[in-house]
């Protein structure tokens, strides 16, 4: 029984690793480590609330759930997973980290009740879904980008709307602002975009440099 415990925790070590990877390779907030311990410590508790307490079984009016741990494991996980999600400049990150961490706790629970094939199933899902989907997610979602540039008068800024919007990108918002010593006269044009993913920040500076009147300051 103690190598079969051993068995497991190798397993959930190995596949939680293996996650643990693909999130270090894109220089994610949780690694190697952090998937890692997750997958062992949740079938650490896997195997604690399986078998940890068969002594006391004998013994009269004793009776105990061996699922009563690994539900406060899927509970006590999400706070872990919220600790990986920030909110930055209005834009929420960590959430695809946060699940990650919360999906390998289960991966890491299967391997302690000795699923193996369910945990390993699931660990190659996790890795295709987190490494594979990025490459058709470019043409199918879209990504937020501040254009700021120089014009000369408003009717300039006007046609460079139209002209994005020809090109299937969305003006969210705008702001002006004139100051004519540090500008030379000309307006500071800062525009919020929507665009497909797979538009790089090559085509809208194109767009810029057909109007000889816009002079690009930054594309972030």
Known sequence: ??????????MATALGALIGVEREYHAKEAGVRTHLLVAVGSCLFMIL???????FLDQDHVSFDPSRIAAQVVT????????????????????TTAAGVWVTAAIGLA???????????????????LGLI????????????RITFLVEDYMVLTEVMENLRREKITVLNYEMHKDAEENNGK??????????????????ASILRNFQKVELVQIS
């Open 1 to 10: 029984m103690i190598w079969t415990m051993v068995i497991r925790l190798l």
């Open 49 to 55: 609330s399986a078998y940890g307490f068969d002594a």
């Open 76 to 95: 006590g996980i999400g706070f872990l997973g919220a600790g990986t999600i920030i909110l930055q400049k209005q834009v929420v990150r960590g959430l």
């Open 111 to 129: 391997c302690g009740i000795g699923m193996y094939l369910i945990a390993a199933v699931a660990t190659v899902i996790v890795i295709a879904s």
């Open 134 to 145: 990025n490459v058709f997610l470019p043409y199918v979602s879209q990504c937020d980008r």
């Open 187 to 204: 307006m500071l044009v800062s525009l919020e975009v929507r665009m497909q993913r797979y538009d790089n920040i090559k085509s809208i």
